[in-house]
Nanobody
Framework: QVQLVESGGGLVQPGGSLRLSCAAS????????MDWYRQAPGKERELVAT????????YADSSVKGRFTISRDNAKNTVYLQMNSLKPDDTAVYYC?????????WGRGTQVTVSA
């Protein structure tokens, strides 16, 4: 059974930083893409960033380019999201999503609140 556990969320002031982590455990093999999504109150879940197995990255949300950095540790089956210069509009529940050869899984989410 595969489980994804996110951590690193919390309350931060505008301009601050947070680093999210998502660790996959269980029988997960040949991880392909690892994504971060977010869902703000009253809005649909949206893709933020993707990283492929060879380390290529894509930021689907243009508002985070230059502020967020996605990375991964293949040996640990862990994906990270470094978030700098945070804004109130970044407030959301952040979810990781992993696609592997044997399936795809969502994490439970971690709350990020940006407020003074």
């Amino acid at each position: 059974q595969v489980q994804l556990v996110e951590s690193g969320g919390g309350l931060v002031q505008p301009g601050g930083s947070l680093r999210l982590s998502c660790a996959a455990s269980g029988s997960i093999f040949s991880v392909k893409t690892m994504d971060w999504y977010r869902q703000a109150p009253g809005k649909e879940r949206e893709l933020v960033a993707t990283i492929t197995s060879d380390g290529s990255t894509n930021y689907a949300d243009s508002s985070v380019k230059g502020r967020f950095t996605i990375s991964r540790d293949n040996a640990k089956n862990t994906v990270y999201l470094q978030m700098n210069s945070l804004k109130p509009d970044d407030t959301a529940v952040y979810y990781c999503y992993i696609v592997a050869s044997l399936g795809r899984w969502w994490g439970r989410g971690t709350q990020v609140t940006v407020s003074a």
